[in-house]
């Protein structure tokens, strides 16, 4: 609920989970706090005594790690690690969490593969989401937690971030003002529609990897690692093309709007990579679940979603 990007969007999500929550016999309670808050964190495990345990609280983004490293250190290291300590006393049966495609850095040979080198990272962000793995592996080994980390493909859909191109772009658009794409067009990423990463989710936390002892008689570390991505990486000028498709589609922009006068080619930022791409045989090898939502698809959904909330809302 920090105010990293506007507070209102989240607080939307929070009516629609009241809603969802109100409609259904599975409940949910939010409680406000700071992961970072190590005696908040532990009075939760305490009062709850949790089964399964899901992290997806951090601090996202690569740019505004440049600028701001200290919300990276504070959420992502220290809140992380309350989590794990949380874990170590009151045992869990499974720990999932949410690291990142960033740890691949400017990793060259595609598709990215959780058997790659993840030691160069290029942003603060990316080196917090590889210290998050680091930590995992520790306290899976010493104290035999079953953790899984999840590396997550630039997610998209209704109700995203702000900061992500696809939002941003919108935005910009809307109020006439020109867009610019990075590396002069020629960045692909892999998508990944926020349906199919909550799917794997579900499916994930449902099986914790095993506890068993190697020949040593010490915990061999229920530890594992998986990449959530659409597995067919986007060149951003297509991914304009169709976003701008869908926003007339959805009538968020006129038909006649001129996107060729709203589009800037420009360099690399710092931080960036050109390429990302998953290799998500293991998921579908090991829980039977490959994401299956297009980039049409999934930007269809967002501009509908965009047209009712800002335009109807």
């Given at each position: 609920?920090?105010?990293?990007?506007?507070?209102?969007?989240?607080?939307?999500?929070?009516?629609?989970?009241?809603?969802?929550?109100?409609?259904?016999?599975?409940?949910?309670?939010?409680?406000?706090?700071?992961?970072a808050d190590k005696a908040l964190i532990d009075k939760l495990f305490t009062d709850y005594?949790?089964?399964?345990?899901?992290?997806?609280?951090?601090?996202?983004?690569?740019?505004?790690?440049?600028?701001?490293?200290?919300?990276?250190?504070?959420?992502?290291?220290?809140?992380?690690?309350?989590?794990?300590?949380?874990?170590?006393?009151?045992?869990?049966?499974?720990?999932?969490?949410?690291?990142?495609?960033?740890?691949?850095?400017?990793?060259?040979?595609?598709?990215?593969?959780?058997?790659?080198?993840?030691?160069?990272?290029?942003?603060?962000?990316?080196?917090?989401?590889?210290?998050?793995?680091?930590?995992?592996?520790?306290?899976?080994?010493?104290?035999?937690?079953?953790?899984?980390?999840?590396?997550?493909?630039?997610?998209?859909?209704?109700?995203?971030?702000?900061?992500?191109?696809?939002?941003?772009?919108?935005?910009?658009?809307?109020?006439?003002?020109?867009?610019?794409?990075?590396?002069?067009?020629?960045?692909?990423?892999?998508?990944?529609?926020?349906?199919?990463?909550?799917?794997?989710?579900?499916?994930?936390?449902?099986?914790?990897?095993?506890?068993?002892?190697?020949?040593?008689?010490?915990?061999?570390?229920?530890?594992?690692?998986?990449?959530?991505?659409?597995?067919?990486?986007?060149?951003?000028?297509?991914?304009?093309?169709?976003?701008?498709?869908?926003?007339?589609?959805?009538?968020?922009?006129?038909?006649?709007?001129?996107?060729?006068?709203?589009?800037?080619?420009?360099?690399?930022?710092?931080?960036?990579?050109?390429?990302?791409?998953?290799?998500?045989?293991?998921?579908?090898?090991?829980?039977?679940?490959?994401?299956?939502?297009?980039?049409?698809?999934?930007?269809?959904?967002?501009?509908?979603?965009?047209?009712?909330?800002?335009?109807?809302?």
């Open positions: 609920m920090n105010d990293y990007y506007d507070v209102s969007l989240k607080d939307y999500r929070l009516k629609e989970l009241n809603t969802i929550s109100t409609n259904s016999t599975n409940k949910y309670e939010f409680v406000k706090g700071d992961i005594k949790f089964d399964i345990v899901v992290n997806l609280a951090a601090q996202a983004g690569v740019r505004y790690s440049i600028t701001n490293p200290d919300a990276y250190i504070m959420s992502n290291m220290m809140g992380f690690y309350n989590i794990l300590e949380a874990c170590r006393h009151n045992p869990v049966d499974h720990l999932v969490y949410a690291s990142s495609s960033s740890v691949y850095g400017g990793n060259k040979k595609v598709p990215f593969s959780t058997d790659d080198c993840v030691d160069n990272p290029v942003s603060l962000y990316a080196a917090t989401k590889k210290s998050n793995e680091l930590f995992a592996h520790c306290y899976s080994k010493l104290y035999n937690i079953p953790t899984t980390g999840l590396r997550f493909f630039t997610v998209y859909g209704p109700a995203g971030r702000p900061d992500m191109a696809y939002f941003g772009f919108t935005n910009k658009l809307l109020k006439g003002e020109t867009i610019q794409i990075f590396n002069y067009g020629n960045c692909r990423r892999d998508f990944t529609y926020v349906d199919d990463i909550v799917e794997g989710i579900v499916r994930v936390m449902q099986g914790a990897p095993e506890r068993k002892n190697g020949e040593d008689g010490l915990p061999v570390p229920p530890y594992a690692v998986y990449n959530i991505g659409g597995g067919q990486p986007e060149n951003l000028l297509d991914f304009v093309n169709i976003l701008q498709e869908e926003l007339v589609r959805a009538g968020v922009l006129p038909k006649d709007f001129d996107f060729e006068a709203h589009k800037k080619l420009v360099p690399m930022q710092p931080g960036d990579v050109p390429t990302t791409y998953a290799d998500a045989t293991a998921l579908e090898r090991d829980f039977g679940f490959t994401p299956k939502i297009t980039l049409r698809e999934g930007l269809r959904k967002f501009a509908e979603w965009y047209r009712d909330y800002f335009i109807s809302y």
